[in-house]
C-alpha cells in the first residue's frame, strides 16, 4: 500500500482497491510489542484492517496508530536523553545522497561486467525509504555529517544506516535479487554490516520543502 498523509487522516491506495482514507482513531489504548520494546498505541477501525488485509493477503495484521510517539525513548549509546520516535525501528528520520546512490549504482554496474552479466537497471532512491533525500555533495559525504540544517530545521546524525534484505526487493514488482546488498558488502562493509544512508534527529522543529538548501554544521 502506498501512504499519503493528509490533514484529516492517512489515506491508502492499492492496485485494484478502491483508496481509504482513514481518520485519526480515537479508540482506547491498546497493548503492543515491537523491536523488543513494550508499547501502547490507538487501534483503527476493523474496515481499515479488512482493507489493508485484502490489500497484502495476510490476516495477521492490525493498523495502529502512535498517539504520543514521546512515550518511547532510546537507551542506546548514540542516543541523547529525550531522545525519542514512534514505531520506526531507530531513529525518525533517514538521509539518503542522489550522489551516493550514483556511485553505488556505478558499482553495481561494475561488478555485473566482471561477473561476465548484463547490468541491471540501476536503482531508485525509493529502494531505501528515506524520508529527506540531498543531491550534490560528494558520495557518501554524509556519513560524516554530525550536525546539518535543512530550510529552517537543524538535525543531529548520530549514525548511518545499516541496510536489510527488505532494500532487494523492487518496490515496483516486488521481484528481489541480490542488490544491492552483495555490492554494499563489497564496498560499504564494516562491523558485520553494510551501511547506506544516514539517520536523522532533529533538534529544533519547523518545516522542511523540496528545494531547501542544505547546510552542515
Same mark, same amino acid.
Request: charge should be negative; aromatic fraction near 6%; glycine fraction near 6%.
Given at each position: 500500500?502506498?501512504?499519503?498523509?493528509?490533514?484529516?487522516?492517512?489515506?491508502?491506495?492499492?492496485?485494484?482497491?478502491?483508496?481509504?482514507?482513514?481518520?485519526?482513531?480515537?479508540?482506547?489504548?491498546?497493548?503492543?510489542?515491537? $523491536?523488543?520494546?513494550?508499547?501502547?498505541?490507538?487501534?483503527?477501525?476493523?474496515?481499515?484492517?479488512?482493507?489493508?488485509?485484502?490489500?497484502?493477503?495476510?490476516?495477521?495484521?492490525?493498523?495502529?496508530?502512535?498517539?504520543?510517539?514521546?512515550?518511547?525513548? $532510546?537507551?542506546?549509546?548514540?542516543?541523547?536523553?529525550?531522545?525519542?520516535?514512534?514505531?520506526?525501528?531507530?531513529?525518525?528520520?533517514?538521509?539518503?545522497?542522489?550522489?551516493?546512490?550514483?556511485?553505488?549504482?556505478?558499482?553495481?554496474?561494475?561488478?555485473?561486467?566482471?561477473?561476465?552479466?548484463?547490468?541491471?537497471?540501476?536503482?531508485?532512491?525509493?529502494?531505501?525509504?528515506?524520508?529527506?533525500?540531498?543531491?550534490?555533495?560528494?558520495?557518501?559525504?554524509?556519513?560524516?555529517?554530525?550536525? *546539518?540544517?535543512?530550510?529552517?530545521?537543524?538535525?543531529?546524525?548520530?549514525?548511518?544506516?545499516?541496510?536489510?534484505?527488505?532494500?532487494?526487493?523492487?518496490?515496483?514488482?516486488?521481484?528481489?535479487?541480490?542488490?544491492?546488498?552483495?555490492?554494499?558488502?563489497?564496498?560499504? *562493509?564494516?562491523?558485520?554490516?553494510?551501511?547506506?544512508?544516514?539517520?536523522?534527529?532533529?533538534?529544533?522543529?519547523?518545516?522542511?520543502?523540496?528545494?531547501?538548501?542544505?547546510?552542515?554544521?
Amino acid at each position: 500500500p502506498e501512504t499519503d498523509p493528509t490533514v484529516t487522516g492517512l489515506r491508502l491506495s492499492a492496485r485494484g482497491l478502491d483508496p481509504i482514507l482513514v481518520a485519526e482513531p480515537a479508540s482506547d489504548l491498546v497493548a503492543l510489542r515491537m $523491536f523488543g520494546n513494550d508499547l501502547v498505541g490507538r487501534p483503527a477501525d476493523e474496515e481499515t484492517n479488512r482493507w489493508l488485509r485484502t490489500a497484502t493477503g495476510r490476516e495477521d495484521l492490525r493498523l495502529v496508530w502512535c498517539d504520543d510517539p514521546t512515550r518511547r525513548t $532510546f537507551d542506546r549509546d548514540w542516543a541523547r536523553p529525550g531522545d525519542h520516535a514512534p514505531y520506526t525501528d531507530s531513529c525518525p528520520l533517514t538521509l539518503a545522497s542522489l550522489t551516493s546512490l550514483r556511485r553505488l549504482n556505478d558499482w553495481i554496474t561494475e561488478g555485473a561486467l566482471e561477473r561476465g552479466e548484463t547490468p541491471p537497471a540501476p536503482l531508485g532512491i525509493e529502494r531505501f525509504r528515506p524520508n529527506v533525500v540531498v543531491d550534490g555533495a560528494d558520495p557518501f559525504a554524509e556519513d560524516g555529517w554530525s550536525a *546539518l540544517r535543512i530550510g529552517e530545521v537543524e538535525f543531529r546524525q548520530p549514525k548511518r544506516v545499516d541496510r536489510c534484505v527488505m532494500t532487494t526487493i523492487d518496490p515496483g514488482d516486488l521481484t528481489s535479487t541480490k542488490e544491492p546488498i552483495r555490492t554494499l558488502a563489497r564496498h560499504r *562493509l564494516a562491523e558485520q554490516a553494510t551501511w547506506f544512508a544516514v539517520h536523522l534527529i532533529p533538534t529544533t522543529t519547523g518545516t522542511i520543502r523540496v528545494g531547501d538548501p542544505v547546510a552542515v554544521l
